[in-house]
């Protein structure tokens, strides 16, 4: 696939390169409609009266399925209703020295000291916070999910690996099931068994499957030709030997899916808190994050990230690691937990009552209330400079933002002529130096600039998903993107849909030039890469609720806040993957260029940079992927667009427009995946791999 910038024809003349001639198209297309617009506006906004009442059509045939299976869903809950409550009642009434005993003897038995230790001072921490109570409802809200989830995770993956015909409907279905926005799953769940935890359980379980049932696919695909053969051979049936050969074969590929799944679970629990119905450590969150208090509101995020890290780290060392340590010494720390909850069964203080970190709570709640008033001007100047200087102009461009109130003078429309005619300067200059497909990429990008992303002409957006499709991954894949948008256009949400993909869009961007930095600094100094990890691996580890504190804390609720936690939660992916892409050149390209005398810094742009793309396209990937993700998380401190929509029509019970805004934003979050793994499969095939 060629995307410089010009070939010969037969008769000597020039002919556009494939990646040149898409980009014209959407040029030409994007100038059409600026030109047009004042005679046929509708070019620009697409009119009203020719989108389709999807919302309707989806509220009123859902609510006729879910009025059909209401009554058997409702059995169900009641049902779950049993062991939710038991494992609440197990977990709650459970003296909390047994708890740690038993956490912490687990640790030792799996890791040794160090996970016993993390088990003890976690564990510690949750109780002189005062929310143990709260932090045990969540974990079990947990225990109850996580099982129901695996079940169903690994009948997805045992179906797809028996019946390969219906392996990509799966795999199409998985995605679906992760990239429709969390908050989206609420909406139905709430409609069909009501108010409680037993939806926060549901839609905890659908949100988990899906990795366990993409590990159990990719472990069963892994075992070896002969193991499976040798299964064969021994006469067992097609049971025997898939659950006695090549599952246990696959072990260290699904405890991979279940340290996924119980992330994934307890992630998902933390955002149901929002429906409320349980008193749980989400909503402990919640409560306090909406009163301001963000001194007990802290404390509360951080038992959800002492839970987070130690499920991860016990889960990652059950799937990683085969080395057990002693039995006896993880029983006798376990039996210290028995003896001192039986030794004062009457004297155990409530843990509700034990507050040792109150005044800690209240020095950082004071602490900041005193930096903000202190620095609260500064801190407004930097979010007004990033929302006057960046985020607006380039929500509805230069045109629309500039005004002397916040530039301190107006733009004009002398002023787009000359933007413009610079642009196309230096377009033709670099066309002439060979580069015209950079050249034409340039104009366009100036002229969003100047338009702004969510001001868009529906027909460039089209039109231009369908070019950048077309040299991606070719003609089939130019379709899909063209008619997957035209199905968010006609369906009356294209206006949030711009506003998602301007949030969603400039967070990316940010998350590439310095997420791509910093793997880029941790690549040449294992210094830096000693500090970045441990801050990356925290990252990862925080569920997404907790993200929303620290910004809400020093810029209130705004789209500059909202922008700050899906930077803050998208970024590790663009880190390590663009690290890992740049430290594993191979050897011999390497020597080959320091051979050819050039320096480390050439080294690096030509060499490693080049062998390393595919991985960093993957990390984009991602990275866009985690800022949908986050997207509608962020609806709850002040985005708009498709985010809000749905945490609206959670609001509302407004299940038509919950799962159309949902469908909405999975279908932006597909194709921006589709487009960005067709560019770095091309660029797998062009080196070779």
């Known amino acids: 696939m ?22 014209l198209i959407a040029l030409l297309t994007g100038a059409v409609c600026i030109a047009l617009t004042p005679l046929v506006p509708w070019l620009v906004k697409f009119p009203d009266a020719w989108a389709l009442p999807a919302a309707e059509w989806i509220g009123i045939s859902l609510t006729w399925f879910l009025d059909l299976i209401k009554p058997a869903m409702r059995v169900f809950s009641a049902l779950m209703a049993y062991p939710m409550d038991s494992a609440n009642t197990l977990f709650t009434g459970m003296p909390w020295p047994l708890m740690i005993g038993f956490v912490t003897a687990l640790g030792w038995y799996i890791g040794g000291l160090p996970m016993a230790a993390l088990g003890l001072v976690g ?89 366990m049932a993409r590990n159990m696919i990719l472990g069963l695909e892994r075992v070896e030709s002969d193991i499976k053969e040798a299964a064969v051979m021994s006469g067992g049936t097609r049971l025997q030997q898939l659950f006695l050969i090549e599952i246990p074969s696959a072990k260290t590929q699904i405890m991979v899916g279940v340290n996924q799944c119980l992330m994934a679970a307890l992630s998902m629990v933390i955002i149901a808190a929002v429906i409320g119905g349980f008193k749980d450590i989400g909503w402990e969150v919640l409560l306090t994050m909406r009163k301001a208090y963000f001194g007990p509101s802290l404390m509360a995020g951080m038992v ?52 040792l970190l109150d005044p800690v709570s209240d020095w950082l709640d004071a602490g900041l209330t005193g930096f903000l008033r202190e620095n609260g001007a500064g801190l407004d100047g930097l979010k007004n400079g990033a929302m006057f200087y960046g985020l607006l102009p380039l929500k509805i461009g230069l045109d629309g933002a500039v005004l ?30 060979g580069k015209a497909t950079l050249g034409i990429v340039l104009v366009i990008v100036v002229g969003i600039i100047e338009t702004g992303l969510a001001e868009l002409p529906w027909p460039f957006v089209l039109v231009g998903a369908g070019a950048i499709g077309w040299v991606s991954g070719g003609r089939k894949l130019a ?194 995946d589709r487009l960005v793994q067709g560019f770095a499969e091309e660029r797998r095939q062009a080196l070779g791999l």
Request: aromatic letters at 10%.
């Open 404 to 433: 002397p109130f916040t530039w301190g003078f107006q733009w004009t429309g002398g002023m787009s002529t000359a933007l413009y005619a610079t642009a196309a300067a230096a377009g033709l200059a670099l066309a002439l130096r």
């Open 304 to 355: 959800i990230v002492i839970f987070a890290m130690i499920i991860d780290r016990y889960s990652s060392k059950l799937a990683s690691d085969r080395i057990r340590h002693s039995l006896r010494v993880a029983v006798a720390i376990a039996m210290i937990g028995v003896i001192v909850a039986v030794a004062s069964w009457q004297s155990l203080p409530d843990p509700s009552a034990i507050t």
């Open 123 to 211: 564990l510690g921490f949750v109780l002189a916070t005062g929310y143990w109570l709260e932090g045990m409802a969540t974990l079990a809200l947990v225990a109850v999910s996580v099982p129901l989830a695996l079940f169903m995770g690994a009948a997805i993956g045992i179906l797809a690996n028996e019946f390969p015909r219906f392996k990509s409907a799966i795999q199409t279905v998985l995605d679906v099931m992760q990239t429709v926005p969390t908050f989206a799953y609420l909406t139905p769940l709430l409609f069909l068994f009501g108010f409680g935890p037993v939806v926060g359980l549901i839609a905890s379980a659908i949100y988990a499957a899906p990795p």
């Open 479 to 672: 379709t899909f993107a063209v008619v997957m948008l035209a199905l968010v256009l006609f369906s009356g949400l294209w206006e949030r849909a711009l506003l998602s993909l301007y949030m969603s869009g400039a967070a990316v961007f940010t998350c590439a030039i310095v997420g791509g930095g910093i793997g880029l600094l941790c690549a040449v100094s294992p210094l830096a890469w000693r500090f970045v990890l441990p801050i990356c691996d925290m990252l990862q580890t925080i569920p997404l609720f907790v993200f929303l504190i620290p910004v809400l804390m020093f810029f209130q609720i705004g789209e500059f806040s909202a922008f700050l936690a899906i930077c803050l939660y998208a970024i590790v992916p663009m880190i390590r993957y663009t690290r890992h892409g740049l430290i594993n050149t191979p050897e011999e390209m390497i020597e080959a260029a320091v051979s050819s005398g050039a320096t480390e810094w050439q080294t690096m742009v030509e060499v490693r940079a080049p062998y390393a793309a595919p991985t960093i396209l993957l990390g984009l990937n991602q990275t866009i992927l985690y800022a949908f993700a986050m997207l509608v998380i962020a609806a709850l401190i002040g985005t708009t667009g498709l985010g809000q929509s749905i945490y609206g029509a959670l609001a509302q019970a407004d299940v038509g427009l919950g799962i159309a805004s949902g469908a909405a934003m999975a279908i932006l979050a597909l194709v921006a």
């Open 2 to 23: 060629i995307a410089d910038s010009e070939l010969p024809t037969a008769r000597g003349g020039i002919a556009l390169s494939t990646g040149a001639t898409a980009a």
